[in-house]
């Protein structure tokens, strides 16, 4: 079984490559390292970092160096974060898990992007009412899909293995923007609806699949504020808004999402990488998003998800329940978190990846490194030795 710990550029620029490095190999045990390309905006305790405790990191920021050429003629650009100065930590990186025979995989958040979106509201998602949620982006839009195909294109000059693509989905209405507030109760159906796009390059792709998307978002507008008017509304459920044409939509959404997958992996394969798609939150939560399991399953070189629990038993059923969804335990990478309120010790943690062995998932990766006490590093080493 392969074996990773996710991690930021500043974990490794902060303790340097030696310390980092040496902290994964004899104390975590662990064949490679996922770092974080681009990646959001964030506030962290960092338990054994040198230099900080407590770390905000910038919205949107590319962690390694974007090649101009590559980006020429481009709306959409990552722009490289100010914390890592002159440096480039995926070149620092790729070097230092060659010489120590260590796999580099790339930990790339995509369309949760708010830099991008607050300085591309064109570019974002737009709801029934015409507002755009400004911390993503929209998968439908050209320029979008372009920035998503030479974004995974440039990490093949790192000699990267595998591609963990985060967010490369429609998102919901509550995604953790700060200060996120709904002081009134929206009830599960209107939250559902005001997290759905319908933008112009959504509304068009829905009606070349036959849907008719101008009377879907109108009928999607009158559902939301009458919701917003009545909190005694009976709201209406989503399988008969439209007359059934609202769920038409959203296949529609997932046929985008589906399809920019499909081409982010082909921009992977031809520069030697993998690309595996990561799905969060699990078989049956993500149909609003335009995740379409059994599809991406075949469409991706593979599926990745969190296996966050606090006993084995229960990371087997998050297996299990991806292969009742076409996502066979072979086709799967699945994190585990090896510290509070996951884990307890390192015979927790053994006896989790004894699970993924007998269930036959390949990938095993530890979030995160940046974030645990360095007694959690050594926990994974233990239970990787345990468990062999």
Request: aromatic content about 8%.
């Amino acid at each position: 079984m392969e074996s990773s710990v996710l991690a930021f550029a500043v974990d490794l620029l902060d303790e340097g490559a030696d310390l980092f490095f040496g902290n994964l190999s004899d104390r975590a045990g662990v064949g490679g390292v996922t770092l974080a390309s681009v990646y959001h905006e964030a506030r962290d305790v960092f338990p054994h970092n040198p230099r900080r405790v407590v770390r905000y990191l910038e919205p949107g920021a590319a962690y390694f160096r974007p090649d101009p050429a590559a980006w020429r003629g481009r709306r959409l650009r990552p722009r490289a974060s100010g914390a890592i100065g002159d440096t480039d930590p995926f070149a620092l990186a790729s070097a230092e898990a060659s010489r120590r025979g260590m796999a580099l995989h790339a930990w790339t958040v995509f369309l949760h992007n708010d830099r991008l979106g607050f300085e591309h509201p064109q570019c974002a998602p737009e709801n029934a009412f015409g507002d755009r949620h400004l911390t993503e982006l929209c998968p439908a839009h050209p320029d979008v899909r372009e920035y998503v195909r030479t974004l995974v294109g440039e990490h093949a000059r790192y000699g990267v293995d595998a591609i963990r693509a985060e967010s490369l989905h429609f998102h919901g209405l509550r995604h953790g923007y700060h200060h996120e507030r709904y002081f009134e109760r929206l009830g599960p159906i209107a939250e559902a609806l005001l997290g759905l796009c319908f933008c112009g390059h959504c509304r068009a792709a829905a009606r070349a699949a036959g849907v008719p998307a101008d009377e879907v978002r109108a009928q999607v507008r009158r559902e939301i504020r009458r919701c917003l008017d009545d909190e005694h509304a009976a709201p209406t459920p989503l399988a008969e808004i439209a007359n059934g044409a609202l769920a038409a939509y959203v296949d529609a959404s997932a046929a985008t999402v589906t399809s920019l997958a499909a081409e982010a992996a082909e921009v992977a394969e031809s520069g030697g990488m993998r690309l595996s798609f990561m799905d969060g939150g699990g078989p049956g939560s993500g149909w609003l998003a335009g995740i379409d399991l059994p599809v991406l399953a075949r469409t991706v070189h593979g599926i990745e998800t969190l296996g966050y629990a606090p006993t084995a038993a229960q990371v087997r059923e998050k297996v299990a329940a991806f292969a009742l969804h076409g996502v066979r335990p072979s086709s799967l990478a699945v994190i585990l978190r090896p510290m509070a309120e996951d884990c307890d010790s390192a015979e927790n943690l053994a006896a989790k990846i004894d699970i993924l062995r007998e269930l036959g998932v390949p990938e095993v990766e530890f979030y995160h490194y940046g974030l645990m006490r360095l007694s959690s590093l050594d926990r994974i080493g233990a239970a990787l030795g345990h468990s062999r």
